[in-house]
T-cell receptor
């Protein structure tokens, strides 16, 4: 089955700096890659996603890039703010499986210091 | 309702007890998913329904776990003879139909088995 590795496990930045979180996946047939933000005790919330036919997607301060050849994708947050502090999870959906059946990474605890 | 609703929010069970966790998906959403999230980990897929049909239960960890969705709306995840390793947050998510990939998670049920 699909395996997703996420790095780093913790990331600490100063307000205004950029943050980058990287994930690799194992199944070359995977075709959908969402990113979730989870604040303590709350539900995971989808912040951005990308499909395998797209190399990059941007939404305001958040961007995701996908390298299908290398089987890795990254989340980029620019101009970080304290409210960006949370746990971020990447995920991948392997080809041929039911929609919504995602394999998640282990998570990255992002701390943005004022 | 406005979002996926889960109840109870917290559940404490003694080892060996049976528990039932409820999920009310977003109105009209055809597909429903259950995930298990252990402390400090990413969510892990348990099972998937399309309407009332359970199409994938490959993630259920043992035969003590059972899920149903008899009328294609509300779903119940039942855990029999709970064990300490069952302690986790159980997340429910729904999608509009098979063609819609964005998962909307509920707030989860935090199960603690003593």
């Amino acid at each position: 089955g699909e395996n997703v590795e996420q790095h780093p496990s913790t990331l600490s930045v100063q307000e205004g700096d950029s943050a980058v979180i990287k994930c690799t996946y194992s199944d070359s047939a995977s075709n959908y890659f969402p990113w979730y933000k989870q604040e303590l005790g709350k539900r995971p919330q989808l912040i951005i996603d990308i499909r395998s036919n797209v190399g990059e997607k941007k939404d305001q301060r958040i961007a995701v890039t996908l390298n299908k050849t290398a089987k890795h994708f990254s989340l980029h947050i620019t101009e970080t703010q304290p409210e960006d502090s949370a746990v971020y999870f990447c995920a991948a959906r392997a080809g041929g499986t039911s929609y919504g059946k995602l394999t998640f990474g282990q998570g990255t605890i992002l701390t943005v210091h004022p | 309702g406005a979002g996926v609703s889960q109840s109870p929010r917290y559940k404490v069970a003694k080892r060996g007890q049976d528990v039932a966790l409820r999920c009310d998906p977003i109105s009209g959403h055809v597909s429903l998913f259950w995930y298990q999230q252990a402390l400090g980990q990413g969510p892990e897929f348990l099972t998937y329904f399309q309407n009332e049909a359970q199409l994938d239960k490959s993630g259920l960890p043992s035969d003590r776990f059972f899920a149903e969705r008899p009328e294609g709306s509300v779903s119940t995840l039942k855990i029999q003879r709970t064990q300490q390793e069952d302690s986790a947050v159980y997340l429910c998510a729904s999608t509009r139909d098979r063609g819609k990939e964005k998962l909307f998670f509920g707030s989860g049920t935090q199960l603690s088995v003593l």
